[in-house]
């Protein structure tokens, strides 16, 4: 099992940035697929992005070219880097692990997620 906390969400107007880090506890963090998803009030989960342990990496196509996912498995940490934020990528941002990567929400570990609240 690994333990997952988030930290970086906030309020930023639209097109601006913002970089969110999950730090994950546990010994087999570098043999996890990591991945963000999202939920916006009355919405379903949704999935953001993956990074597999090797560094292959997904991305839903709404955030496609704006998202950036990464991992530094010294540091036992994974990040979103995120730009041109739009007001419909406000939702709680939650990290996610698995040892099977996957473009849905079929991840076995997650965080208490983060806020992000993009303003128009």
């Known amino acids: 099992q690994v333990q997952l906390v988030e930290s970086g969400g906030g309020l930023v107007q639209a097109g601006g940035s913002l970089r969110l880090s999950c730090a994950a506890s546990g010994r087999t963090f570098s043999r996890r697929a990591m991945a963000w998803l999202r939920q916006a009030p009355g919405k379903e989960r949704e999935f953001v992005a993956a990074?597999?342990?090797?560094?292959?990496?997904f991305y839903a196509d709404s955030v496609k070219g704006r998202f950036t996912i990464s991992r530094d498995n010294a540091k036992n940490t994974v990040y979103l880097q995120m730009s041109s934020l739009k007001p419909e990528d406000t939702a709680v941002y939650y990290c996610?692990?698995?040892?099977?990567?996957?473009?849905?929400?079929?991840?076995?570990?997650w965080g208490q997620g983060t806020q992000v609240i993009v303003s128009s």
């Open positions: 990074c597999t342990w090797a560094g292959s990496t």
């Open positions: 996610a692990a698995d040892p099977i990567v996957s473009m849905s929400s079929k991840y076995s570990d």
